[in-house]
């Protein structure tokens, strides 16, 4: 007996109800991507290791997927590299690329390769699956979309603010209300570290710091204290994980705290110059509030940082992020080219709509008019018929063959068509067509020389 079919863990099969409803967030999102100017790119699904390798901290570097090199794969390593059983000697000879694991780092290197041929600023988008070797859990998969959006070229603040409000716009079309946003400065996080006595343990704090809301306030103590930080730093650090009011005065404490730090004065300068500007402009479903805990695992941020969270009573992680990551390109040989952008997690905000029945009912129509078959000269006219619906935009189709009519009227309910129409040996004499609503069971009759009298009721 042959083996049931399976497919990897973080994988997933689409059917056509669901691809329907991720082409509409697809869609929403790409639209207000190019309302606010920005052009869209493409990058291969894999790039050289050396592209990715090292941009994304011990963990990020640790869910990259690998490829496995062409032939013969193991013959150039020697048997000490093989006998030591050693994946960070044996990888590098074994595998020379990698499934990107997002979009931004891509996105640097098209940048650099590209730079003669772009115009600066340069705003792109870019809607991608990436692949991560994570723990699959709701929310979380293995091989998921990222939707991209960054600017690059222009060190402005009014960068971010325009972000935020692309953010907004989008939730507003999908109609998802009271979108929580956090905001938060890298460099805030840096005068931190430096005023506790960590700063040469930065990314060690920024890392333990983002996983207060998974592991807890002494969880994320512990970790610290394991990643070598002293008790006495950590205690420095205790009071953000309680900081409360509201973002003026969080911002009146940070400032407090971060007096004899330049690097972290000018995080908060930053934060108010973007907090008091959206606040001026107003959002229509984001809401924008300081987190100071906020610290994005990704190294390459490098000012601003956001994420965005799903909606009060809809328990999920976050539904998009993003910040600054100044001279990204650097690492690629581009020096002194600013960066900042954002990510909408598809998945998640797929999961998010269907929790709140947020989809349109009509996305489940991918039939908007089925034409019974009740014979070949019947079947005819009913082509003729679909091509001049079609001609208008209505999508029509016509049953394949001329099966019992029960049977073609339990295909179309299960394919949820609203109107069925019927051209029977009658119709064709009196060259009309009858048109019967699926939902109401009401019938009307048009004249086949007269498709705009029935085109202008749907």
């Known amino acids: 007996m042959a083996q049931k079919p399976s497919i990897p ?13 991720r082409n509409y967030i697809f869609d929403t999102i790409k639209k207000h991507f190019q309302v606010f100017g920005f052009q869209p790119i493409e990058t291969p699904s894999f790039e050289n290791s050396e592209t990715l390798m090292g941009k ?17 794969f193991l013959s150039k390593v020697d048997d000490i590299t093989y006998s030591s059983k050693n994946a960070n000697l044996l990888v590098p000879k074994i595998s020379e690329k990698a499934l990107r694991y997002d979009l931004t ?7 650099v390769m590209h730079q003669n041929e772009i115009a600066f600023p340069f705003k792109r988008y870019q809607i991608q699956p990436v692949w991560r070797a994570d723990r699959p859990q709701k929310g979380r998969f293995r091989e998921f979309y990222q939707c991209d959006a960054d600017v690059v070229g222009a060190n402005s603040l009014l960068q971010e603010v325009e972000l935020i409000q692309l953010y907004d716009a989008v939730f507003t079309d999908l109609k998802l209300r009271g979108v929580p946003m956090k905001l938060n400065n890298r460099k805030i996080l840096a005068g931190i570290a430096e005023i506790i006595g960590a700063k040469q343990l930065l990314v060690d704090f920024t890392v333990a710091l983002d996983k207060l809301d998974k592991i807890g306030e002494e969880g994320v103590k512990q970790e610290m204290l394991d990643k070598g930080i002293s008790e006495s730093s950590v205690a420095k650090a205790a009071p953000l994980f309680s900081l409360t009011g509201s973002g003026e005065e969080r911002l009146s404490v940070l400032k407090n705290l971060l007096q004899d730090s330049e690097q972290g004065l000018e995080g908060i300068s930053e934060l108010e110059f973007i907090m008091d500007t959206v606040k001026e402009i107003g959002l229509k479903s984001a809401q924008l509030s300081l987190d100071v805990t906020l610290a994005r695992g990704l190294n390459y941020y490098t000012g601003t940082i956001l994420e965005v969270g799903a ?19 650097g690492i690629f040989g581009l020096k002194d080219v600013s960066g900042v952008g954002i990510s909408f997690g598809l998945d998640r905000i797929y999961l998010v ?25 019947e079947a005819l006219a009913s082509l003729k018929l679909i091509s001049a619906l079609r001609e208008s935009g209505i999508k029509a189709d016509l049953y394949p063959t001329n099966a019992k009519i029960n049977k073609q009227f339990k295909y179309a309910n299960n394919r949820n068509v609203p109107y069925v129409i019927l051209i029977g040996e009658e119709e064709l004499t009196e060259h009309t067509f009858v048109v019967k609503d699926m939902a109401s069971g009401g019938q009307k009759t048009f004249y086949l020389d007269s498709i705009k009298d029935f085109t202008a009721s749907l």
């Open 9 to 21: 863990k973080g994988t997933r099969d689409f059917s056509p109800t669901e691809v329907n409803k």
């Open 56 to 72: 994304y901290g011990d963990e990020g570097d640790r869910l990259i997927f690998k490829i496995l090199n062409s032939g013969d």
């Open 105 to 111: 780092v891509p996105f640097a290197r098209y940048v």
């Open 311 to 329: 909606p009060e009573g809809v328990k999920m992680g976050s539904i998009g992020g993003g910040g600054r990551y100044d001279d990204l390109t």
């Open 353 to 377: 709509l269907e929790e709140l029945n947020l989809f349109p009912q009509t996305l489940e129509q991918s039939t908007q008019v089925l034409c019974l078959n009740f014979g070949e000269k």
